[in-house]
């Protein structure tokens, strides 16, 4: 960028005593200029005073409330007109900001660090992720490469327009991505290497199951939920209708789960037109 001063790089942080030095003081050698803040999140360790004599201006949460939660408030505190989101983990390379940034002066309103599949935490989260990039892609007739990476720059003004969006404890990335292509902002991908975590990750198969489950209907329901509803509703119909063959031929008769697999259907369709219109108004602002 032609002024470094006008980069705002906001990290939250969770018990990164241990690299988040590291991480504020190449991030200080890469952009010497750059406002680097980091919001610790109810860190139980020493990561805020770590941060500070690194040299990054930091704000505490009193307990932990969230990565969502973290990124708010950074980006709200944050005074550089883009803002530079990045893991406190280790993970990111502050070198790849350049590139971003770099992306972002072509004209587009977010560029995101796009990982390759070596990047992944484990096996199993390559797969969700590769999932909810195919899924995301068909809601918006964009491809998408990486959903949920948390490692991108974004106009700040554009970014404060969806904080309300923002959960507090689940993955923003995923909200804010569908929120930028819903909105009719230019989102593009660069790509980048990110580090492996330390230790071994693995698949919870409960509570990464059930966030596996949430992320899909959050994409559905941030950008069009017909495009998710009306195909299941038609499933339905199918199964209705498959069914009430068969026991037409075997048995001569319509049966009660017909009825319900038809009725079934009608409601799941009603409430994807129901959900589109409330999608709608989500996203109404005021010029």
Known sequence: MSAE?????????R???????????????????VE??????GSTDETAMVARDAGATVFSHRHGMGNGAAIKAGAR????????????DGQ???????RLLARLEEGHDMVVGARDGASQASVGRGIANRFYNRLASYMTNQRIQDLTSGFRAVRADKF????????NGFSYPTTITMAFFRAGYSVAYEPI????????????????????????????????????????????????????????????????????????????????????QITALLYKRDD
């Open 92 to 98: 990111h390379d502050p070198a790849d900001i350049p």
């Open 160 to 167: 404060r327009e969806f904080l309300y969006l923002l959960p």
């Open 193 to 276: 290497q990110a580090a492996k975590r330390i230790g071994k990750s693995h698949l919870r198969i409960v509570k990464d199951g059930v966030r596996f489950l949430l992320i899909i209907f959050k994409i559905g329901t941030l950008y069009s939920p017909l495009k998710l509803f009306a195909p299941l509703a038609f499933l339905f119909f199918l199964l209705g209708a498959g069914w009430y063959g068969f026991t037409l031929m075997s048995e001569g008769r319509f049966t009660n789960m017909s009825a319900l697999m038809f009725t079934t259907s009608i409601i799941v369709f009603m409430m994807g037109l129901v959900s589109e």
């Open 15 to 33: 018990n990164e005593a241990g690299v988040i030095a590291g991480v504020v003081q190449r991030l200080r050698y890469t952009l010497p200029e």
């Open 36 to 41: 680097i803040l980091v919001v610790d999140d």
């Open 77 to 88: 505190k944050a005074q550089g007109e883009i803002i530079v989101f990045m893991d406190g």
């Open 5 to 13: 001063g006008s980069v705002s790089v906001v990290i939250p942080a």
